[in-house]
């Protein structure tokens, strides 16, 4: 089957950091589903670990969370899909990944592609649909009023991959005042259409440009980027007693500031549930069947922002510069090989 892989970690711009191969076809086992690739969208964490992990010698590491296609075999314990089924998912960390024609996945983190998108926006969707579900109703938990608070949110990164779903989640399913933060007019104009209430410079002092708008001081704050850039002014903004949430990896991480509130801090990974086999592991499945009807309900949209074409070395290195500027809005996705 046709890939794309690496063998040594480099920088984008070196030949040999993505190179288009054959590798053999994968047979599903236990409760796998052999899924014949059909689209594929980019994240940030696909650059991460292209840069920093090698595989061992002589092997080939093919990178890809996200997945959008049809199944076309099933293994011996698997009960929730069948051949012919349609269906998105962003899988698990440490398996070959989707940037091939086909993938094995659990069939616990996958749902049932939403009916009214083809395959390219769909698979614009999991990885960021899961941490953005996961971050704000079961780490944050942002149902739960937080006393003496304003019921809102500031999500920084607002025009991100996470960002884009986030804002749509936290404006659709709950009563929070959502604020985003984007710096640049196309990606202030991208959160408002996702439909953020406010949206706020982060190249700014984030503590008064969030006190400017009058809301007063927020119970929530959800940090998708540059989060060590931030911390002090989310201090300064954020409730007592709020909850701060951060998906991205600073270096260091200082959280005394927020002892003199009591703000709890909350790290979100999507991969734990899948690293570590939990009970509830199946959540990640639920979560995608509930973003399938929300989208087929015309509450959510996709966020794909741009399609680099077929799934190729060339187009996949594309997507990945693009992303290692910090400035993509929304997600690429590449379709078809």
Do not use: C
Not at 68 to 86: E, I, M, Q, W, Y
Not at 115 to 143: C, H, M, N, Q, W
Not at 163 to 171: D, E, F, P, T
Not at 306 to 328: D, M, S
């Amino acid at each position: 089957m046709r890939a794309v892989g690496y063998q040594i970690p480099a920088p984008i711009t070196d030949e040999s950091s993505l190179v288009d191969i054959d590798l053999p076809k994968p047979e599903p086992k236990g409760r796998q589903l052999l899924v014949e690739v059909k689209a594929i969208s980019v994240n940030p964490v696909d650059t991460k670990i292209r840069k920093s992990a090698k595989p061992e010698a002589g092997s080939w590491r093919v990178l890809g969370w996200d997945a959008a296609g049809r199944v076309v075999a099933t293994g011996p314990d698997a009960n929730l899909f069948k051949p012919g089924d349609d269906v998105f998912y962003s899988g698990a960390l440490a398996p070959q990944g989707t940037n091939a024609e086909f993938h094995l996945v659990d069939e616990r983190l996958v749902g049932r592609k939403p009916g009214s998108l083809d395959y390219a926006p769909a698979a614009a969707l999991p990885l960021t649909a899961i941490t953005a579900f996961e971050a704000l109703f079961d780490r944050l938990d942002v149902k739960k009023p937080v006393v003496g608070a304003a019921n809102a949110i500031v999500i920084i990164g607002g025009a991100g991959g996470v960002g884009s779903i986030a804002v749509q989640l936290a404006r659709q399913l709950t009563d929070l005042t959502v604020i985003a933060t984007a710096s640049r007019p196309e990606t202030r104009d991208w959160v408002l259409g996702l439909g953020a209430h406010h949206v706020v410079n982060h190249s700014r002092p984030l503590a008064a440009e969030v006190a400017a708008l009058g809301t007063g001081a927020p119970a929530f704050v959800f940090s998708t980027t540059n989060t060590d850039k931030h911390l002090a002014e989310i201090a300064e903004l954020i409730a007592p007693q709020g909850r701060f949430g951060l998906i991205d990896d600073p270096q260091t991480l200082d959280i005394n500031p927020f002892k003199r509130k009591s703000v709890s801090v909350h790290w979100e990974l999507m991969f734990t549930r899948s690293l570590f086999e939990t009970q509830d592991m199946a959540a990640q499945g639920e979560h995608l069947n509930e973003l399938a009807r929300l989208v087929d309900a015309g509450t959510i949209r996709t966020t794909l922002s741009e399609t680099f074409g077929r799934i190729n070395a060339a187009n996949l290195k594309r997507a990945h510069a693009l992303i290692e500027t910090g400035k993509a809005k929304g997600k690429i996705v590449l379709e078809g090989f």
